[in-house]
């Protein structure tokens, strides 16, 4: 620990202002405790100004275009002509005038909070680094810094413009053309998005399918839609090289491929920054990815992290769902409740929507259980074949025969993740299977698919 001098004296500093950090360093201020928030991006995090937020609402738009589109042979007939203007403006208007952050920084004021703007880093377990301001945090410090787009190491990357997540859901006109580098999450909801506008889509994914967390049966569904609506797919293959021409930017592939297009998006995950955080002054490896937490998110005795930068899931849900545990553990003593991972649910909003529960069917084989599993063609069942244009879909079920419960599931199709609930419950609880073969399904639904899946374990 470093002299400092002109220490100030508070109860807690919460480093990382997103949803999840403001979830704890908001209610410690209201309960009367000297807080110290910092963020040193826009408070709220990554979800409601580039993530979740606008990039659903791009999602709803681009749909109402492919909803439009189905017209054809079952309605009438429909001229589409996509225009992105509206879909831009209002984005600029839910990120609150134009990505400003005052709203948010006087909610946090007005609870007692204090606002430091600027990046944080430890100067031993009880203080915190801001510029020329050093913190001593009586009672404890809460991580939440989130995450950031991972850029990776190709030769001439950092040479072109390229866009993350950021710029496009900042754009006020989409490109004519453009490569995609990543088939996550991410990657996949935005160049469904763009190609729907009109732009001309190549997708690049390193690993043999497109969501490569997803289940096999997921991806090849997602590639065949990608296929009918005329976005390129690259899957095992990487890029190998970047460099701009006058036209925009070509990327050379593994396989010997040449791609080019106006723009680049670059989608390939996320990182952390634990040695620009200075960790390794609590103790923690700052070489690490993520910060390691207990079932009470502890990272030491006076020390919490939340969010994605403890890398147990890297979903918004799942950082609200943390911080109520570490506030309950601040606010308790160790009393509260702890984190249990076994039933994170997690929605891809493409068309057709992905959501997943619980293990895949390859990590409960990695898992060493006996399994059991079951796989339902949503266009086979009764709302899929009334649903017609636009019901592709699958349902999966993987299940503990030894135990007779479900330890996973997919629910990929219209409202996949609506449907993904009741399996959500049904892993969370380990329902036993007998009961949910009893369970009386609601017809014609999507949602009684299962009790069709059911059948077959």
Request: include cysteine; hydrophobic fraction near 45%; aromatic fraction near 6%.
């Amino acid at each position: 620990m470093s002299e400092q001098p002109n220490i100030e004296h508070v109860d807690y500093v919460v480093i990382g202002l997103g949803v999840a950090g403001e979830s704890i360093a908001g209610p410690l201020a209201e309960s009367g405790a000297r807080v110290v928030g910092v963020e040193a991006g826009l408070v709220g995090g990554e979800c409601p100004y580039w993530g979740c937020i606008p990039s659903k609402m791009m999602i709803r738009a681009a749909n109402t275009l492919a909803e439009a589109r189905r017209v054809d042979g079952m309605a009438g007939t429909a001229t589409v002509t996509p225009d992105w203007a509206p879909v831009a403006a209002r984005i600029r208007e839910q990120a609150t005038d134009n990505w400003n952050d005052q709203v948010a920084v006087d909610r946090f004021e007005g609870k007692g909070g204090i606002f430091v703007r600027g990046r944080a880093h430890f100067d031993g377990p009880e203080r915190v680094v801001v510029g020329d301001r050093v913190f001593h945090a009586k009672l404890g410090i809460v991580i939440a810094t989130g995450t950031m787009p991972a850029v990776p190491p190709i030769p001439g990357l950092d040479q072109v413009d390229y866009w993350t997540n950021h710029e496009i859901i900042e754009a006020e006109e989409l490109p004519e053309s453009i490569i995609v580098l990543g088939a996550g999450a991410i990657g996949s909801e935005l160049s469904q998005v763009m190609a729907r506008f009109g732009t001309r889509v190549a997708i690049v994914e390193a690993q043999d399918q497109l969501l490569p967390l997803e289940e096999p049966e997921s991806g090849a569904l997602l590639r065949t839609t990608f296929d009918a609506e005329g976005i390129v797919v690259h899957t095992g293959v990487a890029a190998s090289s970047v460099h701009a021409d006058d036209d925009g930017v070509v990327v050379e592939l593994t396989d010997g491929t040449e791609l080019r297009a106006e723009r680049l998006l670059v989608a390939t995950g996320r990182r952390t920054d634990l040695a620009g955080l200075r960790v390794d002054t609590i103790g923690v490896v700052s070489s690490q990815r993520f910060v390691p937490v207990d079932e009470h998110m502890r990272v030491t005795d006076r020390v919490w992290a939340v969010g994605d930068i403890t890398g147990k899931a890297l979903f918004t849900h799942v950082g609200m769902y943390q911080a109520a545990i570490a506030l309950a553990d601040i606010t308790t003593g160790g009393r509260g409740p702890v984190a249990d991972y076994g039933s994170v649910p997690r929605v891809t909003f493409t068309d057709p929507e992905v959501g997943s529960v619980g293990l895949s069917e390859a990590a409960a084989k990695e898992a060493g259980i006996n399994l059991s599993t079951a796989v339902v063609e949503v266009p086979g069942t009764a709302r899929g074949w009334l649903h017609a244009s636009g019901n592709e879909g699958v349902i999966k079920l993987v299940a503990d025969a030894d135990r007779g419960v479900l330890v996973g599931a997919t629910s990929a199709g219209p409202h996949g993740g609506e449907v993904l609930s009741i399996l959500t419950l049904a892993v969370h609880e380990a329902t036993p299977i007998s009961r949910l073969r009893s369970m009386i399904y609601a017809y014609p639904t999507f949602h009684k698919g299962i009790e069709d899946a059911l059948r077959q374990l």
